[in-house]
């Protein structure tokens, strides 16, 4: 073994894996590739220990389980605990976590334990012709992207859901699991007492978000928007005027202090494209516009813009679709 | 009982609506846009004067920056800060997350005793939401992040709602530090009467050299950060069609772009 190693933080909810742990070792197993590293993932939790054969499936040489009742609640001081130890102990190059909320709680914790640099919310990492890591990350509400290197290790870098490919799983793919208790679980000052609410709608997830704006004139009328997603299998996603007004909650809201979306196709109807929305949803598939305004920025990052109101399209362009659809005729490209 | 002590750190940064980018060289281009106080921190800064106006206390706001960084710490007062302290020096300058924690953990060091920090969950020109868990690691104290709610505070306790996607509550022991999100709060607006008096307010100005008891120089700034910026790039939106639909026909266009694309229908 080379025993250098870039570390894969595998996040866990409720003893499942998330899912942005298998992207980050696919982007981890190309690095690995060019520097001549081994992956190593670390996945921390109560009764997790089963699930560490994914993880090499999805690409991870060697897996650390801490398993442990202490483990079982996200605190985010005992996880760092844990996660600072292991790190002092097996010195990886480099240290990628979700850029999830609970991922960048955790991440600055360590990093400054650790005393090294952290680059936050990535979209993605590139290897210099002099083999050094470049993080890329959109700042300034994503109107630009930083190219960023760090000088200290291990390279800790948070990275942004669904923006890496996920790789395909190989279940004959074999490595090690070593199955650990944490010696320590310094667990002060946080206690967690439970769940108060489940998101209701995943907007992360959603292949098809249909959206609205300050163009919609009350709550109510949010109901053309369902109509429409409900036909394309799709969920309503809305800017953060309308969850400021109460019509609808947070969990609806993309943009830069809501959700960071990327669905096959995303339909914005009267919203005018504000740069913290667009921060939200610019790196979605397809993106169609509906507005009243010409001038209104999102036509400038939409794929198709119609010039309308709402009001008027919406409800035709549901009708169309149903139309076609009560004539069988929804027979579909690559479906 | 002595009320709760306070730190509320702010950063001024410019308006993201307004602000230029040169395309070409990738720099931002501050001067075209007016500062103002990251939006995120003024709910912040709303939640400390509420804990103070309920159960008593102090408030002192603390930013980093340059000089000009001052009229957003008067805004604060004009809006019931009571102390604000100003971090400025050429030593300070380019600093990653980590300089900047190392030189705010140093300041509140300085302060004495405290109770409580709070902070906004991000700010819009940096975007990465890292200096607070960073803070709170450095002091050895707890945190919660996305505090969307805060349900219960007294003497040596606090408890929050953190929204992480799913919301959890959680019970910190204080000294503690909160990073908020917009929906804790809606901030208020200094009125004209606070605003003149905070004009004439005091700012308290110190330098690296004033945070030596707690860090050294050399751990501040760009000589103390961990990551370099190597590049910038704008993104350019040009990849985007742009294809504009007016007239009768755009029901018909656009029906069939999800028909081709959409499998439930």
């Known amino acids: 073994m080379s025993g250098k190693g870039i570390l894969v933080y595998a996040e866990t909810r409720e003893s499942e894996i998330h899912p942005i742990s298998f992207e980050l070792l696919g982007k981890a197993r190309e690095i690995a590739e060019k520097l001549g590293l081994e992956v190593w993932s670390v996945i921390l939790g109560s009764g997790i220990s089963d699930k560490a054969s994914q993880l090499i499936h999805y690409g991870a040489d060697r897996v650390y389980a801490y398993d442990d009742e202490r483990l079982r609640d996200l605190n985010v001081v005992a996880y760092k605990s844990v996660l600072v130890d292991f790190v002092k102990e097996t010195k990886p190059e480099i240290f990628l976590i979700g850029a999830t909320p609970w991922g960048r709680s955790l991440a600055p914790r360590i990093a400054a334990a650790l005393d090294t640099g952290l680059t936050a919310d990535c979209i993605d990492l590139q290897v210099s012709e002099d083999g050094k890591l470049i993080q890329i990350r959109p700042a300034f509400t994503g109107n630009i992207l930083a190219h960023i290197e760090t000088t200290s290790k291990p390279i800790m870098t948070t990275i942004r859901y669904r923006v890496m490919k996920m790789p395909e799983p190989d279940p004959s793919r074999r490595g090690e699991v070593i199955v650990r208790r944490p010696e320590r679980v310094e667990a002060d000052g946080v206690k967690f007492l439970g769940k108060v609410s489940e998101r209701g709608v995943n907007l992360a997830d959603a292949e098809i978000i249909v959206a609205g704006g300050k163009g919609l004139k009350k709550k109510e009328d949010l109901r053309i928007l369902e109509e429409l997603a409900g036909l394309l299998g799709g969920v309503v996603g809305v800017s953060r005027p309308l969850v400021e007004e109460g019509w609808i909650s947070k969990d609806h809201q993309v943009g830069f202090s809501g959700n960071t979306v990327k669905p096959r196709i995303y339909i914005a109807c009267g919203i005018s494209g504000s740069p913290q929305h667009l921060a939200g949803m610019r790196d979605s598939g397809i993106i169609i516009a509906v507005n009243t305004d010409p001038s209104a920025p999102i036509f400038r990052h939409a794929d198709y813009g119609v010039v309308a109101d709402l009001y008027e399209f919406i409800p035709r362009l549901i009708s169309f679709l149903k139309e076609v659809k009560g004539h069988g005729k929804g027979v579909v490209k690559g479906a | ?265």
């Open chain 2, 1 to 265: 009982m002595e009320g709760f002590r306070i730190v509320v750190l702010i950063k001024q940064v410019p308006d993201i609506e307004k602000v230029r980018f040169d395309v070409e060289t990738g720099r931002v281009d501050r001067s075209s846009a007016p500062a103002e106080t990251n939006p995120f921190d003024l709910n912040a800064l709303e939640a400390a004067l509420q804990i103070k106006e309920r159960c008593g206390g102090t408030v002192t706001v603390i930013s980093m920056g340059p000089r000009q960084a001052e009229s957003s710490l008067k805004d604060a007062i004009a809006r019931g800060a009571d102390r604000a302290i100003l971090l400025t020096d050429p030593r300070l300058a380019g600093a990653d997350t980590i300089a900047t924690a190392r030189a705010l953990a140093a300041a509140i060091k300085k302060l004495g005793g405290f109770d409580l920090i709070l902070c906004g969950e991000k700010t819009v020109d940096g975007d990465t939401g890292q200096v607070g868990p960073e803070v709170a690691e450095l002091l050895g104290i707890p945190h919660a992040a996305y505090v969307c709610e805060l349900r219960e505070i007294s003497r040596d306790r606090v408890v929050v709602v953190s929204d992480m996607g799913d919301k959890y509550l959680y019970e910190l022991e204080l000294p503690a530090l909160l990073t908020v999100t917009r929906e804790l709060n809606t901030p208020r607006l200094p009125t004209l009467k606070d605003l003149l008096r905070a004009k004439r307010a005091g700012i308290e100005v110190w330098t690296a050299d004033d945070l030596s008891e707690h860090v050294p120089a050399n751990m501040l700034g760009y000589q103390g950060s961990r990551t370099r910026v190597v590049k910038v790039v704008i993104p350019s939106a040009e990849h985007r069609k742009g294809i504009i639909y007016r007239g009768e026909d755009a029901v018909e266009k656009i029906a069939e772009i999800l028909l081709s694309e959409v499998a439930a229908i």
